[in-house]
């Protein structure tokens, strides 16, 4: 029997049969699908963020965000080299009486909503004036929604919409008004009217520029660019590429801020910007609910969590006779590949379960056909407020598990979780306790086909498992080939997933190997990741450029902390 289609599937198909620019009826269709649908079909809870390690508060009449932790100056400076800690306490004493406010459009799911509420913290342990505030949604949930425009505009850019896909004037025009709208608010905030510092992110926020212009005369703008973007198609306004750098620079006013920040790879460096670039890679956070040391029973406790969400979506998929997209549990004594990401068109999580199936035939291939030695293939992820691309790439995951490799799919685990940082860092440790038991092999993989950092990437080598990476955007910045794992290239036609295979094969099956690899995984956390991609680093870098913007100092390339002068 045929299994018929989920809205959402429908939906999705719709899309992809597109050859221009997508509806905004039928975008507010998915975007619909997106915010009103959970695993039961359910409206999704709003997430409580404030029983993690970094509470955080929203005030919905000034859209203010809090940060409250317990976590001191002293933990931070006991896990920094003394010469790191020097530059960040310099740089920080340059912004005394100066007020930063950080702006974007979320405060849950995404990268910056990782990285905003411990920068914002450490700042204020500092001494610095450092204030966030998260962007409301439309007012009218009839008007059409600027998250479907947005998306769109970070997808041209990241090169994964269709070939012919182009912003319009009417897409513009929502973005204009959502950001108008907020403005309305924002300006109202008397931080906001007297700071000497406005950071935005990405082009959600980008035309609230103008409207606070009219209100602070005197402040410097940051722009930041997460986005894998390509500083040849951008330069070359006939492209889709083109096209939004020039409404991003133009229209929305970036061209006249003060400086851009974005990862340190020179192709995304927007036209006409290379004098206020300054480089800076996303980081992670060693003390908060996705890295911090767990105990035993914690590990369980997230394990649990995933396999919980496991069951519930089986039992939606086995009421809807749904029943080939049912899923075993994660299974702790097994060896694993895992990619943990959100739900997304660049993620290149098709590449991620070709992978997993090829690193599998290659086992049997060895003679090793038991649960023991074939790992569990996981895709697990969130999704974001702002991005309306996750039920959609997950329905798309779940059909090339039942359709491209039905005989594997039982040990093939795709899941789109609720927020849970706690569970994500249970999922990550390579041991499910510390028994002294022999450890399970674990491999990580991030096949993004286009990426800006994706930090996952040093939470899994902070946890000791090495990883399997694509080359594409700024991910490779954070692996040492041979070390910390292997670097394959997504260039070659096969995009290089025979040799990726091999290396898992290789160290999965030989716990002497693995042993050994997991070893210099560590050792590499230690003397690279941990100095160069965690929050001391980021706010080192970001007050760097708060300094030189103040100052007028000229925008340069440096970005690792080694190499920052005193």
Not at 37 to 53: A, C, G, L, Q
Not at 98 to 114: D, L, Q, S, W, Y
Not at 295 to 300: A, H, W
Request: with cysteine.
């Amino acid at each position: 029997m045929v299994r018929a289609k989920t809205k959402a599937e429908k939906v999705f198909d719709r899309t992809k049969s597109t050859a221009t620019i997508i509806t905004d009826k039928l975008l507010d269709e998915l975007t619909y699908l997106v915010r009103t649908t959970d695993y039961s079909r359910k409206k999704v809870p709003e997430v409580d963020r404030k029983k993690e390690i970094f509470k955080i508060f929203r005030n919905e009449k000034t859209y203010e965000v809090t940060t409250v932790s317990d976590i001191t100056l002293d933990d931070y400076e006991n896990i920094t080299p003394a010469s790191d800690w020097n530059k960040l306490l310099k740089w920080a004493k340059s912004m005394t009486g100066k007020t930063v406010v950080f702006i974007n459009p979320t405060m849950e799911g995404g990268g910056v909503a990782m990285l905003r509420p411990p920068l914002v913290h450490l700042l204020q342990l500092l001494g610095v004036n450092a204030r966030w505030y998260v962007m409301s949604g439309r007012k009218n949930p009839t008007d059409p929604n600027p998250f479907l425009f947005t998306k769109q505009m970070h997808n041209i850019s990241q090169r994964r919409a269709p070939k012919n896909e182009r912003i319009t004037k009417s897409g513009k025009a929502i973005h204009q008004a959502w950001n108008a709208e907020n403005a309305e608010i924002l300006i109202q905030q008397e931080t906001i009217r007297i700071a000497d510092v406005i950071v935005i992110d990405d082009p959600q926020p980008a035309p609230l520029k103008k409207h606070i212009d009219k209100v602070n005369h005197k402040v410097k703008w940051v722009w930041r660019n997460h986005i894998d973007t390509n500083n040849e198609l951008m330069s070359d306004p006939s492209t889709p590429q083109g096209e939004v750098s020039g409404y991003i620079l133009n229209e929305c006013g970036i061209k006249d801020v003060d400086a851009v920040v974005a990862h340190p790879v020179e192709s995304f460096v927007h036209p006409g910007m290379e004098e206020k670039t300054f480089f800076a890679p996303a980081t992670i956070e060693p003390h908060d609910d996705l890295n911090k040391a767990l105990t035993d029973q914690e590990i369980k406790d997230g394990i649990t969590f995933i396999n919980s969400e496991i069951i519930n979506r089986n039992k939606q998929f086995s009421t809807d006779g749904d029943k080939r997209n049912m899923q075993r549990m994660i299974d702790p004594s097994r060896p694993k590949i895992s990619l943990v990401a959100r739900f997304d068109e660049s993620k290149g999580m098709d590449k991620a379960l070709e992978l997993g199936v090829r690193t599998r035939e290659k086992i049997r291939q060895l003679g090793m056909n038991s649960d023991k030695y074939l790992p569990q293939v996981i895709i697990i992820g969130n999704g974001s407020v702002d991005d309306p691309s996750g039920i959609p790439v997950y329905e798309e995951m779940l059909k090339i598990r039942r359709e491209k490799y039905p005989k594997e799919r039982k040990d093939i685990i795709i899941m789109r979780l609720r927020h849970n940082y706690k569970a994500m860092n249970a999922l990550m440790y390579p041991t499910p306790s510390r028994s002294g038991k022999r450890s399970p092999q674990m491999v990580a993989l991030q096949t993004s086909e286009a990426e800006g950092c994706e930090t996952r990437i040093s939470d899994w080598i902070r946890h000791g498992v090495p990883v399997v990476i694509s080359n594409r955007g700024g991910m490779s910045l954070q692996v040492e080939e041979g070390k910390s794992g292997l670097v394959i290239d997504f260039d070659k036609p096969d995009f290089d997933i025979e040799r990726g295979a091999e290396f898992i094969a290789n160290i999965i099956t030989d716990h002497n190997k693995y042993s050994k690899i997991r070893k210099s995984t560590l050792e590499a956390a230690e003397k690279f990741n941990n100095r160069e991609f965690t929050t001391t680093a980021n706010a080192t870098r970001l007050l760097r450029v708060f300094d030189s913007v103040l100052k007028g100092k000229k925008a340069d390339y440096i970005w690792k902390i080694s190499e920052m002068k005193d």
